[in-house]
């Protein structure tokens, strides 16, 4: 599968030390950028996923490259990462300073509940841009999480959790909520809304026995209640596109990422994709990109 960055090598990059988890209630750590190595910082590097979540509030002018996109901040910014989708980042001015939270998944008990947080399950809210006020606000609330974690506080993790699920809400409440069904929306807007919504949380493929539950338009309108024929309705009158070329779309983008940034034979990738034959897959890619799975793996490492 993708590269993956733990957390020994993220503390390989740090000045500061690592915080020792308290019995079994997962990692976090908050951590200055100016503790950072920063050193080589302006040398892009490879896209790679983390196996801990991240937040951090940036200032400073630099670009994130998560799940497809590239997202500048040219002042300030809180950003957020999950395990599940390969990023890099990269510094343009020499200033960075801000913080640095980093968490395993059962730090929150469930990682579905934290991954359902739409600033994690979205690249459109991924990163959320602040002006100077906001900036010093959210760097007070850091400030704090910080003084906390170092603190000697019998109870410090009870306390830095609360304070970090209030960052997590303050942020999400500033951006729109993509994929979720909105006041004022029509019926049909509501049906596509949940449809898309639906198909993205199939994504991405992170283990190679993982497999997707919903492959078919029928799969999909039995899901939501609804007859194939209107769905697919729906979907054409919103999108233009059938509920077939969504599905298909979707899968041929997962294809592409996991040809890419996996090394898993094209048989076990086309199985988690719901393709029972290789064959099937191989021809399936071939008809809506023009070629192999083989040679468009070896074209990206090139």
Partial sequence: MDKVVNLETFYDRMIAQRIPAAGDIGHFNIIRLEDMDVSGKFQP?????????KVSLVSGHSVVYYAGKSFEIRTHALVFTNPLIPYHWETVSAEQTGY????????????????????F????????????????HYGTLFGNLYR???????????YVKSMLLGILHEAQKKQPIVGN????????????????????????IEWHTQRLRLQTPAD??????LHVNHLNKVLKAITGKTTSQLIAERIVEEAKRMLTNSDLPIGEIAW??????PNHFSAFF?????????????????
């Fill in 272 to 277: 988690c994709l719901g393709f029972d034959e």
């Fill in 181 to 204: 069904v909105y006041r004022g929306a029509t019926a049909h807007e509501r049906i596509a809304l949940l449809f898309t919504d639906l198909l993205e949380r199939q994504f991405p």
């Fill in 148 to 158: 906390e974690l170092n603190s000697d506080y019998a109870f410090k993790y009870d």
């Fill in 286 to 302: 071939k008809s809506r990109t023009g070629v192999t799975c083989s040679r468009f793996r070896k074209s990206q490492h090139i």
């Fill in 45 to 53: 590097t490879t896209y790679s996923r983390r196996n801990y979540y």
């Fill in 100 to 119: 640095v939270c980093i968490f395993t998944a059962d730090f929150f008990g469930e990682a579905r509940y934290i991954y359902d947080y739409p600033i």
């Fill in 220 to 225: 999909f309108a039995q899901h939501l209640h």
């Fill in 121 to 136: 399950r979205h690249p459109e809210n991924a990163v959320v841009p602040l002006d100077s006020h906001e900036a010093i």
